[in-house]
């Protein structure tokens, strides 16, 4: 694709918008390689990797062609039947392809969505895939502040506009309502994010996959590393003396409640070693996605010990109704919260 075929394919995007914006909003740019389908003839939706498949998922779950990464069979459960039997195909971004090129081909995808980061490493890759099959590929920036515009946005280009403006809708309540509970003068607590099974990988205060924690009024110890997540020792994590731990990792979560060296930690010891809901989706991190909306008030309530609303149960029933098309059975989202 030459550089005057890109810039006329950017131009022929429309300006960016955030939902209830503001002068502080800032610039939002999708980068496509390739001329994207009309939307009314996108069908075929191959995800790039778990951030996108949530994307499409929630926007046009009957074009999403399958899903970048295994999903666990009680991830699947709390999925819409038809949904949580779409195939693993495997991905394109993240830490390494594990689709060819010719199983790629054989799908006949309309057009490769990517969303997440978007630098030149992000750009390189998704270039060098399109020059190399011919398929328009669509990056969409993926800050969790810019939820709203991301499904908007993008819910148009894939032809479900009015779906894709209602989410945003909803995704612009529930960033409200975390900014709304964050106390002003309060000091951020110190949250040290174990994932892994030694709970030796975190995530870097400012990076995408620290979003969450952030928004739900807490920050990360981490800092001074190099990328968003990276590996730590046991006397790093000592030393940054975090005021909350949380996990996505249930392993880790059982055995470093018994660990003697992690129970020396205050935070353990005080009981603010927490396990952050992971299924479908998780609430924190895994994927950095539009999924983590419905964590914010959880890991508000943890970061800060203030009480949950009445109804816990519905209200994640509730965004599951909205985002994955799909209301589970009470028992199944009671299990999910209590940890089982």
Known sequence: MNRRAFLATLAALPAARLLGGSAAATAREMRVFGTLPRPDRVRRVFAAGPPAAVLAHVLA????????????????????????????LGRL?????????????????????????????????????????????????????????????????LGVPER???????????????????????????????????????????????????????????????????RVSFEQVAAWAPEVVLTQDAGFFASARRDGRWTRLPAVRAGRLHLVPSLPFGWLDGPPGVNRLVGLPWLASRLHGTPLGKDEVERVRAFHAAFYGFAPERTALERLLAGA
């Open 61 to 88: 779950p009957d074009r999403l062609l399958g899903w970048p990464t295994p999903l666990a069979p009680e991830a699947r459960a709390l999925l819409a039947p038809a949904v949580r039997e779409r195939p693993f």
């Open 93 to 157: 971004s993240g830490r390494g392809s594990t689709i060819p090129l010719e199983k790629l081909l054989a799908l006949e995808p309309d057009l490769i969505l990517d969303t997440g980061t978007v630098d030149a490493t992000y750009l390189s890759a998704a270039e060098n895939v399109h020059e190399r099959t011919g398929i328009p590929y669509l990056l969409v920036p993926g800050r969790l502040s810019d939820s709203p515009w991301q499904l908007s946005e993008t819910g148009r280009l």
């Open 164 to 230: 894709g403006a209602h989410l945003a809708r909803e995704a612009e309540r529930l960033l409200a309502e975390a900014r709304g509970s964050r106390r002003d003068g309060v000091r951020a607590p110190g949250v040290y994010v174990a994932r892994g099974a030694d709970g030796l990988e975190t995530v870097k205060e400012g990076s995408l996959n620290a979003e969450s924690l952030a928004l739900a009024g807490g920050r990360s110890v981490a800092t001074g590393l190099g990328g968003g997540v990276a």
